[in-house]
Nanobody, 122 residues
Framework: QVQLVESGGGLVQAGGSLRLSCAAS????????MGWFRQAPGKEREFVAT????????RHADSVKGRFTISRDNAKNTVYLQMNSLNPEDTALYYC???????????????WGQGTQVTISS
């Protein structure tokens, strides 16, 4: 089992940047594929990005491609989401998740954090 704790959310103006972090504890962090998801009020949770165990392969949703970058540091048991050129449509509760496959479906991730709120003002 792994425990996940997100941090780094906040309120920023449109065009700004944030870096989210997700610290993992428990079983070996490097044995998990890691993902970031987000959920806006009244909407379903959606895929943002995912990264393989070694950090060499990533996938990003089309809506964030070129603006967001997922990365991980297995020595620090942490996965990151660098978010640039933020806009109000990025406002959501952002979750990190751990799973076994480099996929976009929430159903394929076994462990979830509590989320960190990101709010973008126009």
């Amino acid at each position: 089992q792994v425990q996940l704790v997100e941090s780094g959310g906040g309120l920023v103006q449109a065009g700004g940047s944030l870096r989210l972090s997700c610290a993992a504890s428990g079983r070996t962090f490097s044995s998990y594929v890691m993902g970031w998801f987000r959920q806006a009020p009244g909407k379903e949770r959606e895929f943002v990005a995912t990264i393989n165990r070694s950090g060499t392969i990533t996938r990003h949703a089309d809506s964030v491609k070129g603006r967001f970058t997922i990365s991980r540091d297995n020595a620090k048991n942490t996965v990151y989401l660098q978010m640039n050129s933020l806009n109000p449509e990025d406002t959501a509760l952002y979750y990190c998740a751990a799973g076994d496959a480099l996929v976009t479906s929430t159903l394929q991730y076994d462990y979830w954090g509590q989320g960190t709120q990101v709010t973008i003002s126009s």
